[in-house]
């Protein structure tokens, strides 16, 4: 069976410049084929995303983030801990997760900054929609 649904899981973290992956995602793939899941950070990313993988509903499970710096805590420790528990989502089900989480290496809450994060989110979240579009053609072509 081929799904055509997509689940999409957003951090509340930074949400005015997060949500706008989700925009993107949208502009590849309605907005009705996608079911949209909210966590309170990147760290609860993970969990959540292998969850909606093995539940055997989605084609591709698509995870969103902005991880920085916020000066208590070394943001790289949650980076790395995201990408890996992404990854091992995505291999643990057979369904592909795909990160759309950023680590910048600067950023300030300004609203320089804020405008350009939230227009490169769009793009990561196009990104992400072909990464989900290209990979399901993939796979069914090999299972033809």
């Known amino acids: ?3 055509t649904r997509y689940a999409f899981v957003k951090a509340g973290w930074h949400a005015e410049i997060v949500d706008r992956a989700l925009d993107g995602f949208c502009e590849l793939i309605p907005a009705e084929q996608v079911d949209v899941f909210d966590v309170p950070g990147a760290f609860e990313l993970p969990l959540m995303a292998r969850d909606l993988a093995a539940s055997g509903r989605y ?3 698509a995870a969103a983030a902005l991880v920085v710096d916020g000066g208590i805590y070394r943001h790289d420790f949650v980076a790395q801990a995201v990408v890996d528990g992404l990854m091992r989502a ?3 089900t ?3 997760v795909l990160s759309v989480s950023l ?5 300030q809450p300004t609203a320089h900054h804020i405008d350009i994060f939230r227009g490169h989110f769009v793009e990561k979240g196009r990104e992400a929609a072909r990464a989900a579009l290209m ?5 069914a072509a090999i299972a033809a």
């Open 90 to 92: 995505g291999l643990d």
């Open 94 to 96: 057979g369904i592909p």
């Open 103 to 107: 680590t910048p290496h600067h950023f």
């Open 1 to 3: 069976m081929t799904h």
């Open 135 to 139: 990979i399901g053609k993939t796979r």
């Open 59 to 61: 084609a591709c499970v």
